[in-house]
């Protein structure tokens, strides 16, 4: 009891100071956002401690606090939400009831949580996932992956390729009454790096070549061979995420050795050998000048970790370390970028390198914007942000989908 009242009374004094901290002038609803920033902060902090003290790991933290959120598959006038698997793997189905003289798209819904915590279960996205089946009249599947560190790379990317590859099956879109030629993956933040990785391997694959009609990336992780990007300097301190936490959860998905998440902190990380991949990653040739401001360019520093992490130099971990010849054939893509965001040059990047070899990309980036805003869109951390994040993609995947998009 007293250990817990010291713990609380931690949090309070930790609250408080991270709570005034400042943020940037244009976000808005400026305290909604310093509130939730303090909170993740704090949580950070108390996390830290207690597994420091051997109680809980950091990251168990971070899972047990995402499964407060998680929702039943409830169905409502419009939408039957179903649980179910495909190939062992959970997935959620949102099915319009409405009567459909067409066949309906599909859209994947690929969640995010830096590979270690989050369900498409949560109630932020069950809700966009709803009013998107409805607004769409189309049929999603988000997908359950299994999560770091129990499951380390490519676990993720394993489960939402069978799932997809699964659903692709003509008995299945038959079943469900899936248009095969409007089909598209929606990802954000690491669900935007399995969204980015599926849609690379697929389109690469004969047998699923074309089978995607477009990918939307929300800002999506893209790369981890550099982790010292204008972004990554300038939203050291986040809001909502930052350096320490960012690097630490997502290094759980490679290895649980904290030397490795030490060396991605100093960005010593990258194994010798690996420099002809900087090329591919070099903010200072693909960054819009605006974003390079006065920051120099240096390389990452190669071989300052004695175990060999095959993983790093694995183009199954991040999607920007493919050459062009594995991006010229990509479909129609939107990226959203986010300005206050630590992982912002990610999507800035793969924005440059997509329209060097052709690909139609459609780039919405929000000046006022600032990192899983998505993810927040049901009380108590209720952001407009967030569903104007929503509307945005949705309305593209609108255009997209039965506008521009053929008819069969
Ligand atoms: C059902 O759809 C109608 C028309 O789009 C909408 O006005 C209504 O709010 C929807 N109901 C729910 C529960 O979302
Ligand atoms: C990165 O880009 C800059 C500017 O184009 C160039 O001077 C530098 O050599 C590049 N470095 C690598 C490793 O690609
Ligand atoms: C890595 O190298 C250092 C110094 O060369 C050594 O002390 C340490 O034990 C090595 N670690 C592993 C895991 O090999
Ligand atoms: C692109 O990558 C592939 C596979 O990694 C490789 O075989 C090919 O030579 C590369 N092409 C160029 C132009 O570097």
Not at 194 to 203: E, I
Not at 286 to 315: M, Q, R
Request: glycine content about 6%; overall charge negative; aromatic content about 12%.
């Amino acid at each position: 009891m007293g250990f817990k009242s010291l713990c609380f009374g931690f949090s309070c004094v930790l609250f408080a100071y991270f709570v005034y901290l400042p943020i940037p002038e244009n976000i808005e609803e400026p305290w909604k956002v310093r509130f939730m920033d303090a909170l993740i902060k704090v949580t950070s902090l108390v996390a830290t401690l207690l597994e420091n003290i051997g109680i809980v790991k950091y990251e168990e933290v971070f899972s047990t606090l995402a499964t407060v959120h998680f929702t039943k598959p409830i169905s409502d006038e419009n939408i039957t939400v179903i649980d179910k698997n495909f190939r062992d793997i959970p997935v959620r189905l949102y099915l319009p009831k409405r009567k459909s003289e067409r066949q309906r798209p599909a859209i994947f819904f690929i969640h995010g949580g830096v590979f270690v915590f989050g369900s498409c279960k949560m109630a932020g996205y069950d809700d966009i996932n709803r009013w998107t089946a409805n607004k769409l009249d189309a049929v999603i599947v988000g997908i359950d992956y299994r999560l770091a560190p129990q499951y380390q790379f490519p676990a993720a990317l394993e489960d939402c390729v069978l799932v997809i590859k699964f659903f692709l099956q003509d008995k299945v879109l038959a079943e469900y009454g899936i248009d095969q030629t409007r089909i598209c993956i929606v990802g954000e933040s690491s669900g935007g790096t399995l969204t980015a990785l599926v849609t690379q391997l697929l389109q690469n694959d004969p047998e699923f070549k074309d089978r995607i009609k477009a990918q939307v990336l929300i800002y999506p992780v893209l790369q981890s061979v550099d982790t010292f990007l204008p972004s990554h300097r300038e939203y050291e301190h986040g809001p909502i995420l930052f350096r320490k936490m960012a690097i630490k959860l997502a290094s759980l998905y490679v290895s649980e050795d904290t030397a490795l998440f030490q060396a991605a902190l100093r960005n010593e990380h990258m194994p010798e050998g690996s420099r002809h991949l900087f090329k591919l990653v070099n903010w200072s040739d693909f960054l819009p000048e605006k974003y390079k401001k006065n920051h120099v360019y240096t390389e990452p520093i190669l071989g300052n970790l004695n175990v060999s992490y095959p993983a790093l130099v694995d183009t199954r971990l991040s999607p920007l370390i493919v050459n062009d010849s594995q991006l010229q054939n990509l479909p129609l893509t939107y990226i959203l970028t986010c300005e206050h965001d630590f992982i912002r040059d990610d999507g800035l990047i793969y924005v440059t390198r997509l329209r060097n070899v052709g690909v139609r990309v459609t780039h919405d980036h929000i000046e006022e914007g600032i990192h899983g805003a998505l993810a927040f869109t049901r009380a108590p951390v209720f952001l407009h942000l967030g569903l104007r994040m929503r509307d945005n993609y949705v309305s593209w995947l609108e255009e997209n989908l039965y506008i521009n998009g053929t008819c069969h």
